[in-house]
T-cell receptor, first 113, second 115 residues
């Protein structure tokens, strides 16, 4: 159990550029979640995968955001045409059926300049 | 609509004393789960404790206990024998069993433990 791994840890990008983040969950965890956290707030739910199926998406997830989990293992979150309002910490979490809490990764901090 | 309220932006506690962090919630779902997470300055959220809405007894995990008062819709976290390493942000969270898979989080309480 090596924990949930997220890369990169930090990303600075210019407005209008596309960015992609990666999350590697704990290997036996079939459930994967993406959250976004802005300064001074709790995490906000973005999307949920069970194995490779994306079962739930927040209305916060505009059409500029897309997430995949192609083989039910790692996941990617892509933001197209980034805006300054996208600046936040993007957190990935995983668990398996029967678990109550999540195991979170350390997050990817995105700064859009 | 589901909602979590944490009214204490910051709390101070003396090392070795107990502290209670407040959390109230709102839901119309009779079946739900309540959670507390810790977020140290390193940023990684750490799951602490879980309480199901039908659990008869308050949850406990080591020095953490959840004071669940269903009628008042409160789920306060009690940390006993505070340690310097307990200094962190603490988030209360809830997931409705019929509300999909999302967990909603409160705004958090920052705890400072004084030596």
């Amino acid at each position: 159990d090596t924990g949930v791994s997220q890369n990169p840890r930090h990303k600075i990008t210019k407005r209008g550029q596309n960015v992609t983040f990666r999350c590697d969950p704990i290997s036996e965890h079939n459930r994967l979640y993406w959250y976004r956290q802005t300064l001074g707030q709790g995490p906000e739910f973005l999307t949920y995968f069970q194995n490779e199926a994306q079962l739930e998406k927040s209305r916060l997830l505009s059409d500029r955001f897309s997430a995949e989990r192609p083989k039910g293992s790692f996941s990617t979150l892509e933001i197209q045409r980034t805006e300054q309002g996208d600046s936040a910490m993007y957190l990935c979490a995983s668990n398996r059926q029967g678990n109550h809490g999540y195991t979170f990764g350390s997050g990817t901090r995105l700064t859009v300049v | 609509a589901q909602k979590i309220t944490q009214t204490q932006p910051g709390m101070f506690v003396q090392e070795k004393e107990a502290v209670t962090l407040d959390c109230t919630y709102d839901t119309s779902d009779p079946s739900y789960g309540l959670f507390w997470y810790k977020q140290p300055s390193s940023g990684e959220m750490i799951f602490l404790i879980y309480q199901g809405s039908y659990d008869q007894q308050n949850a406990t995990e080591g020095r953490y206990s959840l004071n669940f008062q269903k009628a008042r819709k409160s789920a306060n976290l009690v940390i006993s024998a505070s340690q310097l390493g307990d200094s962190a942000m603490y988030f209360c969270a809830m997931r409705e069993d019929t509300g999909g898979f999302k967990t909603i989080f409160g705004a958090g309480t920052r705890l400072f433990v004084k030596a």
